[in-house]
């Protein structure tokens, strides 16, 4: 493994971002223009449950000057919650066990979808036409945020943020579980890949409730790397707990904005990544996987 980059103090970094490979509303090469013009200098890409975009980041990077961080949300489950992780430069193999469970997940998300819609279509004006209207092509990866989607162009909901405050809450009439690993199983997984594993916006308002402390011990003891502790669904009382558990358990801590372009609210850079804790990323990686500069 050759030596990695070491970051400059002022360099702005966001570590938490996707694109229509997923359910972002951009391409790459748009969400590299858009990270220059937000003055950043680090992207994560981290569309879910897919590294389908990562062949598009060298030119992105090439064309705009800003460095990117190839990385992976991926989809866990413990119960009824959602427990998303991300896992920053893994080994991209398709044969590995993690890329085994994405696509399993990535299959599984789609049958949620369309079960879903069906229990939803009982109620609201959408169909699967409609949901599948809302992505931008056969590789992106289906979800909730299209079936969000699909419903505020009805006119239903005003945005994706409400419909996932109600119609498609996990608590929620509709809501249809689908197969993800669980959470000790997916840092496993990233580990085994050469990459490095970070519980994304563990105290998400987009969840009934903030995931409990005996869960990110779990993950902690199966490995886990590092906490993003900001992130714009977390208040600062949320943002202390979380700083407190990983100043106990010697975790990294990162902020990402979780930018999906005109889905959501959030912006490029609001939330940052410190060049020292991104430098410490890079060196815990083990795969041949590189910030691409």
């Not at 009824?80 to 044969?95: E, K, Q």
């Not at 419909?163 to 990233?190: H, K, N």
């Amino acid at each position: 493994m050759s030596e990695r980059s070491i970051f400059h103090s002022t360099e702005r970094i966001d570590l938490h971002s996707h694109t229509s490979w997923s359910d972002g509303t951009c391409d790459v090469a748009e969400l590299f223009e858009q990270a220059r013009d937000a003055g950043l200098g680090v992207l994560a890409l981290t569309d879910h449950d897919t590294v389908g975009g990562w062949a598009e980041l060298p030119a992105a990077v090439a064309a705009t000057g800003v460095s990117a961080v190839p990385g992976i949300e991926v989809s866990s489950e413990h119960g009824r919650l959602s427990v998303h992780v991300l896992a920053l430069l893994v080994d991209p193999d398709p044969h590995s066990d993690l890329a085994r469970e994405m696509a399993r997940a990535r299959d599984s998300r789609v049958d949620r979808a369309r079960d879903m819609v069906e229990l939803i279509a009982k109620d609201y004006p959408i169909s699967w036409e409609d949901v599948r209207a809302q992505a931008a092509g056969d590789a992106t990866v289906i979800g909730r945020p299209h079936i969000a989607d699909a419903l505020v162009a009805h006119g239903a909901i005003p945005d994706r943020s409400e419909a996932f405050r109600e119609i498609l809450s996990p608590s929620g009439p509709y809501y249809v579980p689908y197969y993800a690993p669980s959470p000790v199983d997916a840092v496993q997984a990233i580990h085994a890949a050469g990459g490095v594993a970070l519980i994304a916006h563990p105290g998400s308002v987009t969840r009934d409730a903030s995931l409990p402390l005996d869960l990110l011990e779990t993950m902690v003891e199966a490995g886990l790397d590092g906490i993003e502790v900001d992130h714009r669904e977390h208040d600062e009382a949320e943002r202390a707990r979380l700083r407190d558990f990983a100043a106990r358990h010697d975790l990294l801590i990162t902020g990402g904005s979780d930018y999906h372009g005109a889905g959501k609210p959030n912006r490029l850079g609001e939330n940052l990544t410190q060049p020292d804790v991104l430098a410490a990323i890079t060196h815990r990686a083990t795969s041949s996987t590189e910030v691409i500069r």
